[in-house]
Nanobody, 124 residues
């Protein structure tokens, strides 16, 4: 079992920045990859981005490309989501998840462990 704990959410004005953290614990091996998703009220869970643990390669949704950056710390087994130039439409609960081994995609069905989510609210 893997436990994921997100932190760093909050209220920020448009144009501001936040950094979310996702700490993994439980299993000792490094994840194949991790993803970030978000879900706004009344909407489906939306892909934000992924990072592959082996080579640090990242992939982003068009809606956040150039504003959001995913990184990871091998020692702390933690992934980060740096969010800059935030917009009101970025308001959502943000989730991190570990990818099933060998899979790294935009579909939430290819992720097996999920955090509880952290609220990000961007005011205009």
């Amino acid at each position: 079992q893997v436990q994921l704990v997100e932190s760093g959410g909050g209220l920020v004005q448009a144009g501001g920045s936040l950094r979310l953290s996702c700490a993994a614990s439980g299993r000792t091996e490094r994840p194949y990859g991790m993803g970030w998703f978000r879900q706004a009220p009344g909407k489906e869970r939306e892909f934000v981005g992924t990072i592959r643990w082996s080579d640090n390669s990242t992939y982003y949704a068009d809606s956040v490309k150039g504003r959001f950056t995913i990184s990871r710390d091998n020692v702390k087994n933690t992934a980060y989501l740096q969010m800059n130039n935030l917009k009101p439409e970025d308001t959502a609960v943000y989730f991190c998840a570990t990818a099933k081994p060998g899979y790294l995609s935009t579909s939430p069905h290819t992720f097996n462990y999920w955090g509880q989510g952290t609220q990000v609210t961007v005011s205009s």
